[in-house]
């Protein structure tokens, strides 16, 4: 029975799952991370201090969940991805060039929470049966405040 089980008492069937799928996530937020910080570096307007602090605070915090999914794979006994080769085979989102008008930014903002919230739902939903209290907890999070970001963005362009 334990041979089926992981060092950290999680099926290792499931684990491997679990794996490839924050690996994919891990390749999204890649990409997300890129976009953002281009976003700060290239903002242009009458919103310009605003938005250059609000990409800032966004690709911040982008680089902390990028570190925490990438140590959650290595806690479930597998290897994060963790070249650009990989990341672009793998991500849905896609590297946003040249975008320097605030609302165009958030707009790619939110395109990319509809690729990331999908991605963390189901997480949440193979990690709830799998067991796996630390992944769940991650995504928890993440879905909590990514709900909260997609309403404040989306107020900001008065959607």
């Given at each position: 029975?334990?041979?089926?089980?992981?060092?950290?008492?999680?099926?290792?069937?499931?684990?491997?799952?679990?794996?490839?799928?924050?690996?994919?996530?891990?390749?999204?937020?890649?990409?997300?991370?890129?976009?953002?910080?281009?976003?700060?570096?290239?903002?242009?307007?009458?919103?310009?201090?605003?938005?250059?602090?609000?990409?800032?605070?966004?690709?911040?915090?982008?680089?902390?969940?990028?570190?925490?999914?990438?140590?959650?794979?290595?806690?479930?006994?597998?290897?994060?991805?963790?070249?650009?080769?990989?990341?672009?085979?793998?991500?849905?989102?896609?590297?946003?060039?040249?975008?320097?008008?605030?609302?165009?930014?958030?707009?790619?903002?939110?395109?990319?929470?509809?690729?990331?919230?999908?991605?963390?739902?189901?997480?949440?939903?193979?990690?709830?049966?799998?067991?796996?209290?630390?992944?769940?907890?991650?995504?928890?999070?993440?879905?909590?405040?990514?709900?909260k970001l997609i309403w404040m963005y989306s107020a900001y362009l008065n959607e």
């Open positions: 029975m334990t041979d089926k089980l992981n060092q950290i008492g999680l099926d290792k069937n499931d684990s491997s799952n679990l794996a490839h799928k924050l690996n994919e996530l891990l390749a999204n937020y890649q990409f997300f991370y890129m976009n953002a910080r281009g976003f700060h570096w290239n903002i242009k307007g009458e919103k310009f201090f605003e938005l250059h602090i609000k990409f800032e605070e966004l690709y911040n915090d982008s680089l902390v969940k990028i570190d925490e999914i990438a140590e959650r794979i290595l806690t479930l006994g597998f290897t994060p991805l963790h070249t650009y080769e990989d990341y672009t085979a793998l991500s849905k989102i896609k590297a946003a060039k040249n975008v320097s008008g605030g609302n165009e930014a958030i707009r790619k903002i939110l395109d990319g929470y509809e690729v990331l919230l999908p991605l963390e739902r189901e997480l949440l939903e193979m990690s709830g049966e799998s067991n796996d209290e630390g992944t769940n907890a991650l995504m928890s999070d993440y879905i909590r405040e990514q709900e």
